[in-house]
């Protein structure tokens, strides 16, 4: 493991999704001591987008922003919300130039798939809707997030294809949770690592899916055709359970013909990033704007 990460293992205690309320609360604490600040010119904005039933959204708006991606917290598909992703959501908006559109999605296990799948299509087909009210070009709207955000993410640029769009021009994936399947070498190797092990991803894929059969559109590593989807920026940590999925499904893509930018972390793992002191962590976070930048924002 990275050594400036080390010192903070204490930070990250071993929990579970066993009490999803318990878990929210350990997030919620974590993310609270992450220093936030926005830039005096940041326009931050609090919306419900329309629909059965309205999603709550927090934008954040940097001056001259052209671009924009739907963001996605992490949070195994049952923890997280606008306030745990406010420090990331911000430091993505000022360090990219793009309009950072938050989404609090519906959690598991109270809300099952489809629920959150459906919020954030929901929210894909609003930005493309109101590209010129929000003042960004329609064309250059991407789509992103954290841990289970980013599958999210990824089903919602499976589906956008397969509907006809609107679709997103890029998927910005940071440790994307992919695979209800766990069958790959770091799933079966990582098991006790820290902040995310094997028992408590299959907490969040058992909470998520809600006892239904996996589709692609729930685990996108299960899609069988992966062409036509958009460019995609895909970050992993080295000791993560999530790690080989993800690079398998960069693999695919780029053999799909999907353009594709692969960057693997050594010595981080799962959530590794928050510990802003570190050197990798200052590297994964700035790559993941610039990424993010030339895509959407130039």
Not at 40 to 48: L, N, S, T, Y
Not at 93 to 98: I, K, P, Q, R
Not at 262 to 287: C, D, K, M
Request: glycine share 8%.
């Amino acid at each position: 493991m990275d050594p400036e990460l080390e010192p903070f293992l204490p930070l990250f205690p071993p929990s579970d999704l066993s009490d999803p309320a318990t878990a929210r609360a350990q997030l919620a604490a974590l993310a609270a001591a992450i220093p936030v600040e926005p830039p005096a010119d940041m326009v931050i904005e609090d919306r419900a987008v329309p629909g059965d039933p309205s999603v709550p959204v927090r934008l954040y708006r940097p001056r001259d922003a052209r671009g924009a991606i739907v963001w996605l917290h992490g949070g195994g598909f049952v923890m997280g919300d606008l306030d745990t992703e406010h420090p990331w959501a911000t430091r993505l908006s000022a360090d990219s130039g793009a309009l950072v559109i938050s989404v609090a999605y519906r959690l598991a296990p109270e809300h099952p798939f489809p629920a959150a799948h459906d919020d954030v299509r929901l929210v894909l087909n609003w930005a493309a809707a109101n590209a010129a009210e929000l003042g960004v070009d329609p064309g250059r709207i991407a789509i992103g997030g954290h841990s289970s955000g980013a599958g999210i993410a990824a089903a919602a640029a499976l589906r956008a294809r397969d509907e006809g769009g609107p679709a997103p021009c890029f998927q910005l994936l940071n440790q994307p949770g992919l695979d209800d399947r766990q069958q790959t070498w770091s799933a079966r190797t990582f098991t006790d690592t820290p902040f995310v092990t094997r028992a408590k991803i299959a907490q969040m894929w058992s909470h998520y899916l809600g006892g239904a059969t996996a589709t692609a559109y729930a685990a996108p590593a299960r899609a069988t055709e992966l062409a036509g989807l958009p460019p995609a920026y895909i970050a992993t940590a080295e000791f993560c359970p999530n790690r080989d999925e993800d690079i398998d499904y960069a693999a695919r893509l780029l053999r799909a013909g999907v353009p594709v930018e692969l960057h693997q972390y050594p010595g981080t793992f799962h959530g590794s990033q928050a510990i802003l002191s570190a050197e990798v962590s200052q590297r994964q976070n700035a790559e993941l704007a610039a990424a993010l930048r030339r895509a959407v924002a130039g």
